[in-house]
């Protein structure tokens, strides 16, 4: 069996899914108010090269005029032609809008009653270009930047400027006004984005849609979904979910024993149960590839984003069709190039076996092992990558060794991010010589190191604070302990009793609220305007 198989609930299918790299959806695209000038304008920019290399093809590759020539036959990869995916709306709170670095670009997505849709809009106010992703929606469903009160509605076209006079010029319907809309459509329960906001791409959804999975929406499947943010970067997340030979190794011990594959030769085995993974690629171009492995199912890769499959075996051909729907349930994956060092990965694992455990498991009982899996090589890719990068794009060829056919998928894709972009990421915000980045909110906001640790008065009262805590807490105990020793003695009466629990209740419960007060106080609080 494929490792990839883990990561789902064990099922036993016996007929693989039908391969499918997009479909039409039933979403339009709208209209959108014209961009402001400086959004109209922007080029694309020139990115950085990525922490890591592409691959030499495993084939004897052609003399450089005829590799050169051939590249330029096929053509580079347009990254802002392509759609990217924001976040499932099932983690999307239509009462608040929600900020999203995609490609470095960044965006805040908001659910638009007016018209029941979720737009997309540049992350900043045309006023002074404060984060609207910090904004909330107003009584009248249009979204609102909180710095100065300016409303916006879902074409981006500012409605309200509070400093203007009412009987004034009408300054807001001015261009300079309006926030950057992007094309966007909810397809397979996600939200995309189409990353130009020129008026001439309104249309795109009538050109080109995203990569759609059928099975996602199909009403006998039920489907998980989950996102995350990865401290490395797109091409390592891609290249990382293409190899299932780390598998058994790297995530021992979270999905189970595999059993061993007979291996003519071998005489050797090692207790996590690893070995050779047969691949084919094929179809490999511009757009992607396909990858068969050895009668035991596919993956594709539909770039730049989406990486799809089963790891169950395919159905012989010639085989006669059962009239009931076999057993299936695929891995969908979806690598989004936040930054430079950054991506962030959302997954859908639709299935149409075990659909009653979803009615009694919650989502997030998903999650725990689910980001387990993530956690136990989030390290070995953060530094991988950071190797990579020290051998030098040039030498990365010389820095690895892939002799084995479980690497193909990762070579294919070197291969492609070589051939059609140049190992490079096509940003489109420049990402070099900008300031830091900015932190996650609880870092941003802390108190701690920025002011308690330097005040001795803040020190002094968090100490005691901490001791008054645990105080309280050592009370709860010794109540319950003096009602079970004094029973039948000193505490007689049921009212007796009943006082000296609440006593023990009283004690925990105030030590949790003192425990909540000093993490707000003296560590960090968020502050959501939303909700506000």
């Known amino acids: 069996m494929d490792p990839l198989s883990l990561l789902v609930p064990r099922a036993r299918p016996s007929l693989p899914l039908p ?17 402001p000038r400086r959004w109209r304008q922007r080029a694309r920019l020139p990115s950085p090269v990525s922490a890591v290399a592409a691959e030499a093809p495993s084939a004897p590759s052609p003399s450089g005029g005829e590799e050169k020539e051939k590249e330029k036959e096929e053509g580079q990869f347009d990254w ?20 999203k670095t995609v490609l470095g670009l960044r965006v805040v997505a908001w659910y638009d009653r007016a018209v029941d849709e979720w737009r997309v809009f540049d992350d900043a106010c045309p006023h002074r270009l404060a984060p609207l992703s910090e904004g909330r929606i107003d009584d009248k469903g249009r979204l609102q930047c909180v710095y100065h009160g300016w409303c916006f509605d879902g074409r981006g076209s500012c409605q309200f400027i509070p400093q203007a006079p009412a009987l004034g010029p009408p300054v807001h319907k001015n261009s300079k006004a309006c926030v950057a809309s992007y094309p966007s459509v909810v397809q397979n329960n996600i939200l995309w984005f189409y990353p130009r906001a020129d008026e001439e791409h309104q249309d795109i959804l009538q050109r080109k849609r995203p990569p759609f999975i059928p099975e996602i929406d199909d009403p006998s499947f039920v489907t998980v979904y989950g996102v995350r943010d990865l401290p490395y970067g797109y091409d390592v997340l891609v290249e990382n979910l293409m190899d299932p030979a780390h598998v058994p190794y790297a995530h021992k011990g979270l999905m189970g024993k595999l059993r061993k594959k007979e291996d003519p030769g071998r005489v050797e085995f090692d207790v996590e149960g690893g070995g050779p993974v047969k691949m084919k690629i094929a179809e490999a171009d511009i757009a992607g590839f396909l990858s068969e492995q050895d009668n035991s199912g596919y993956f594709r890769y539909v770039a730049p984003c989406t990486f799809y499959g089963s790891p169950l075996p395919k159905e012989e051909k010639g085989q006669k069709k059962k009239k009931k729907k076999p057993p299936q349930f695929m891995l969908v994956f979806m690598c989004v190039p936040v930054s430079p060092g950054k991506s962030r990965v959302i997954w859908a694992f639709p299935r149409n076996v075990g659909v009653w455990l979803d009615k009694v498991i919650p989502r997030w009982y998903y999650h725990i092992g689910q980001n387990a899996i993530l956690d136990s090589d989030i390290y070995l890719l953060h530094i991988e990558e950071r190797n990579f990068a020290a051998a030098g794009i040039e030498n990365w060829q010389k820095a690895v060794y892939v002799p084995t056919s479980s690497d193909n998928m990762v070579i294919a894709f070197r291969n492609w991010f070589r051939k059609h972009c140049k190992s490079q990421v096509g940003w489109a915000a420049p990402t070099v010589g900008q300031l830091p980045e900015t932190p996650t909110k609880d870092k941003l906001m802390e108190r701690y190191w920025s002011h308690v640790a330097q005040c001795r008065s803040c020190s002094a009262a968090l100490k005691g604070m901490k001791a008054l805590e645990v105080a309280l807490q050592i009370a709860s105990v010794a109540v319950v302990g003096f009602l079970a020793v004094a029973k039948g003695t000193l505490v007689t009466s049921v009212v007796q009793r009943a006082a000296v629990v609440s006593l023990a209740v ?3 419960a105030a030590s949790r609220w003192l425990a909540s007060f000093i993490e707000k106080n003296f560590y960090f609080q968020d502050y959501v305007h939303a909700y506000k």
């Open 19 to 35: 391969l499918r790299a997009a479909a039409p959806a039933t979403s339009s695209a709208r209209a959108a108010a014209p961009a």
């Open 80 to 99: 802002l032609d392509q759609w990217y995916p924001l976040a499932p709306v099932c983690d999307l709170d239509p009462g608040a809008p929600h900020g």
């Open 506 to 508: 009283l004690c925990f």
